[in-house]
């Protein structure tokens, strides 16, 4: 053999040494047990150990008013627990990247992302124990006397807001930061000199500088929140009516695994569709978005 | 607006308030969770009742379990660190090999493949444990149908546990490996190629030195993403329970300083790994 051929041979084998643990991860962990699960929402089960293929679990889904209720809910929560958070976030990301110099910025920046190095458990259990009856905020709006007797905090619709903010904050604030600080001052400068208001600025130079950042932000964030468990069904407790809690609920606890999967695929289509629109608004690409994450 | 342009007083007034104001939001949750591990009451709330150790100690005369004494919290602590060793070491080896696939092989599909590379990240957790765990129990029953294998490794419990987080951990692996081999100088390869060095010991003494704050970076955020995960954990957990399952059920059950003193256990932890992570950064980056 010349030695072109054994070069040629040697490089397709440490290729496909390098392709095989890839396509085994891939494969194994992600391509079939989606493929599992999608077999098994598009079967019934008429006996033990005897399905037929049928589309009777996503019937339930439109037919029941009790699950499709529940997936709406999920998805407008997530809806505005994205857009507050965007509000909410921008400021902040302004702050970092333009108004502080050098090390009052990074300073900031790192304490913005110390709590996220905590486990979303310990924050939960934060919030816990400051809203709930006995907690700290009631008692502290009793001493202030804004109200007579303590008041639950916990288990309403706009805790559970609170909380999937809180988990998103960061989500949100490290796309805009650097998409923020690739715009050119000189461009916000040249438009006051011309005498445009701060508004006028916002709206015709900043949004559009930042929307890739914005929507990296905001599919980012969407995503987290409508597969969010822990944060709902904790501080929501039983009035939370979250979609996971659904999917939960049908493959560990009543074991429908049929029912579950197709939950399972409903919500990920969800999730896919808004990651699809969202990229399609600003004609990004997909790998773009995820790298500036 | 930004400094060079004038900004009335308020305007600047707002900003300094509402930083203040933001900074509270974040860190009053774990200020509370730290100041109530010390609390000397039964309950996590307020009143303060004055300063103890007990719910780290333990206090026999007044029936306190400390945290060191929970055996069961303490144990949750060690299947989680297995867990995450598990995992780590198998995404930073997964990461680093995707990563020269990537940057180094040229094959047709290279750009469908790494695309679906980054599928994990965007299929919520939940979703990724249920596929994985109906999956997983397909092969079981088959083997089991067919050859009469009883693979308990395939029910819900570690195993599981670990590939199911390794799942979507190796693409945050192979995202900050490859991004760092790209910005690699191949020249000084092919340096040391025509100075006569061969293929692995290039690869030892040139490669693996200028990877090596990108593998150890991805082994800390790959330890402690899988240190932290609940989503996709609690759809595959069997008997033993990792920190953040086992913390969550007592949640449930009602509050108990304990669960505090293991927080302020695990922020501890999590300070000490990103401080270490952040010294060995060059500050350039």
């Given at each position: 053999?010349?030695?072109?051929v ?8 440490s ?11 891939l494969?194994a ?14 079967r ?6 005897n ?6 679990q ?24 994205t857009?507050?958070t965007?509000l ?5 990301a302004?702050?970092?990247a333009k108004l502080?110099?050098g090390?009052?910025?990074s300073l ?6 110390i ?9 939960t ?5 400051l809203?709930r009856?006995?907690?700290v905020?009631?008692?502290?709006l ?22 999937l903010?809180?988990?998103s ?6 796309p ?18 011309l005498?445009?208001g ?14 890739p950042?914005i929507?990296?932000?905001c599919?980012?964030?969407?995503m987290l ?6 944060t709902?069904?904790?501080?929501g407790?039983k009035?939370?009516?979250?979609f ?8 560990i ?5 049929e029912?579950?999967?197709a939950?399972g695929?409903l919500?990920?289509?969800l999730?896919?569709?808004?990651v699809?629109?969202g990229?399609k608004?600003?004609?990004?690409r997909?790998?773009?978005?995820m790298?500036?994450? | 607006m ?11 007034t ?19 969770v730290?100041?109530?591990a010390f609390?000397?009451?039964p ?10 150790l007990?719910?780290f100690l333990?206090?026999s ?5 400390g ?17 995450a060793?598990?995992v780590?070491?198998?995404s ?8 020269f696939?990537?940057?180094r ?8 493949l790494s695309?679906?590379?980054?599928a994990?990240?965007?299929?919520p957790?939940v ?8 999956f ?7 083997a089991d ?8 490794f395939?029910?819900?419990g570690?195993?599981l546990?670990?590939?199911?987080q ?8 192979t995202?900050?490996i ?7 100088d191949r ?16 690869f ?10 990108a593998l150890?970076?991805?082994?800390a ?16 957990v069997?008997?033993?329970?990792p ?5 969550y059920?007592?949640?449930r ?8 003193a293991?927080s302020?256990?695990?922020m501890?932890?999590?300070a000490?790994?990103?401080?270490t ?7 350039a980056h």
């Open positions: 053999m010349d030695s072109a054994r070069a040629r041979w040697h490089g397709r084998l290729l496909g040494l390098l392709l095989a643990p890839a396509i085994l991860w494969g962990l992600v391509i079939l047990p989606h493929v599992e699960l999608g077999v098994l929402s598009f019934e089960r008429v006996s033990p150990h399905y037929v293929a049928s589309l009777a996503y019937k339930t889904f439109f037919t029941d008013p009790l699950y499709w209720n529940v997936f709406v809910r999920t998805a407008l929560m997530s809806v505005a627990a857009v507050l965007l909410l976030a921008f400021p902040i302004w702050t970092i502080s110099t090390r009052a910025g900031l920046f790192i304490l913005c992302l709590p996220f190095w905590v486990s979303e458990t310990v924050r259990l934060g919030w816990m124990i809203l009856e006995s907690g905020l009631p008692a502290l009793v001493k202030l006397g804004i109200t007579a007797a303590p008041v639950e905090l916990l288990y309403h619709d706009a805790t559970i807001l609170v909380g903010i809180y988990t904050l960061l989500f949100m604030v490290i805009l930061i650097s998409s923020l600080e690739s715009l050119d001052n000189a461009l916000i400068e040249a438009a006051y000199d005498g445009a701060g508004f006028a600025i916002l709206r015709t130079i900043v949004i559009p500088h930042a929307a950042g929507t990296a932000g599919i980012v964030v969407f929140t409508l597969g969010n468990y822990l709902p069904t904790l501080l407790g009035n939370s009516q979250w996971t809690e659904q999917i939960y609920t049908q493959f606890t009543r074991f429908n695994w029912q579950g999967a939950f695929f919500l990920l289509g999730s896919t569709a808004m699809v629109i990229l608004i600003t004609g990004q997909f790998g773009d978005v790298r500036r994450t | 930004i400094p060079s342009l004038p900004r009335p007083a308020w305007l600047r707002t900003t300094a308030v509402y930083v203040v104001a933001f900074l509270a939001f974040l860190f009053l949750p774990l200020v509370v730290a100041v109530f609390n000397d009451a309950y996590p709330a307020p009143p303060w009742r004055g300063f103890t007990d719910w333990g206090n005369s007044k029936g306190r379990t945290l060191f004494a929970d055996s069961e919290l303490m144990g949750s602590i060690l299947t989680s660190c297995i867990v060793l598990w780590t070491l198998l930073v080896l997964l990461g680093t090999a995707n990563a696939l990537l940057e092989g040229r094959f047709p599909g290279k750009q469908a695309v679906l590379m980054l994990p990240l965007v299929i957790g979703i990724l444990g249920i596929s994985i765990l109906a997983a129990s397909r092969i079981a029953e088959f149908d067919t050859l009469g294998w009883e693979l308990d395939l029910r819900p570690l195993p546990v670990v590939l199911g390794f799942s979507f951990i190796a693409t945050i692996a995202l900050t490859s991004a760092r081999l790209r910005r690699f020249t000084l390869e092919e340096a040391a190629f025509n100075l006569g060095a061969s293929k692995p010991a290039v030892r003494t040139i490669v693996l030195p200028y990877l090596r704050p150890l970076g991805s082994a955020i790959s330890f402690l993403m899988s240190f932290e995960d609940f989503n996709t954990t609690l759809m595959l069997g008997a033993d329970s920190l953040t399952v086992m913390m059920g007592r949640m059950e009602g509050a108990s300083p304990v669960l505090n293991v302020l256990f695990l501890a932890a999590s000490v790994l990103a401080l992570f952040m010294r060995r950064r060059p500050p």
